[in-house]
T-cell receptor
Framework: EAQVTQNPRYLITVTGKKLTVTCSQN?????MSWYRQDPGLGLRQIYY???????DKGDVPEGYKVSRKEKRNFPLILESPSPNQTSLYFC?????????????FGPGTRLTVT | SQQGEEDPQALSIQEGENATMNCSYK?????LQWYRQNSGRGLVHLIL?????REKHSGRLRVTLDTSKKSSSLLITASRAADTASYFC??????????FGTGTSLTVIP
């Protein structure tokens, strides 16, 4: 089944404790992206990757890191999480830079930082 | 912010009625997309309309785009209870980044 998977789905952590949210897709997609969703603010793009080893900042990259060493994986790293990073996070992928518009979304990761 | 805005924020209709929601954005775009999100789930792509198109249909969905007014509308005809969800528009002014609106929450009452 073609899908985007995220792990963990739920995470409660404390301020300053480094964490990684994994994202994997099995569709051989080139374009991958991370979003956060907050009430009243909609989805905001954190980082995106056009292909392996190519990443760029989105609208709200502060406090986050990403890497794209393999085509299928695009982990989101919070080096020192803070309470304002409490949010619902989505990973998404699309076929290529040309077909990036139809994005497939993962199920989401609900992160709480206390 | 280049984020779009959907209007209304919430909409409640009876099953069988049509639902119309609007999206306004701030800068010129390459394309505009509409997505659906069921409560707490990931977004699902519904339809894409390119900046040189004015109207597009897909099943019970009809999307219009007016680039002079920087606005788009999504019409869902003959709504069903299963259409209950939040609907978001997304634009790509720079070509690589996406900007989503704040969403319209649609409730279809059986």
């Amino acid at each position: 089944e073609a899908q985007v998977t995220q792990n963990p789905r739920y995470l409660i952590t404390v301020t300053g404790k480094k964490l990684t949210v994994t994202c994997s897709q099995n569709m051989n997609h080139e374009y991958m992206s991370w979003y956060r969703q907050d009430p009243g603010l909609g989805l905001r793009q954190i980082y995106y990757s056009m292909n392996v080893e190519v990443t760029d900042k989105g609208d709200v990259p502060e406090g986050y890191k990403v890497s794209r060493k393999e085509k299928r994986n695009f982990p989101l790293i919070l080096e020192s999480p803070s309470p304002n990073q409490t949010s619902l996070y989505f990973c998404a992928s699309s076929l290529s830079a040309t077909h990036r518009y139809e994005q497939y979304f993962g199920p989401g990761t609900r992160l709480t930082v206390t | 912010s280049q984020q779009g805005e959907e209007d209304p924020q919430a909409l409640s209709i009876q099953e069988g009625e049509n639902a119309t929601m609007n999206c306004s954005y701030k800068t010129s775009i390459n394309n505009l997309q509409w997505y659906r999100q069921n409560s707490g789930r990931g977004l699902v792509h519904l339809i894409l309309i390119r900046s040189n198109e004015r109207e597009k249909h897909s099943g019970r969905l009809r999307v219009t785009l007016d680039t002079s007014k920087k606005s788009s509308s999504l019409l869902i005809t003959a709504s069903r209870a299963a259409d209950t969800a939040s609907y978001f528009c997304a634009t790509d002014p720079t070509g690589n980044q996406f900007y989503f609106g704040t969403g319209t929450s649609l409730t279809v009452i059986p």
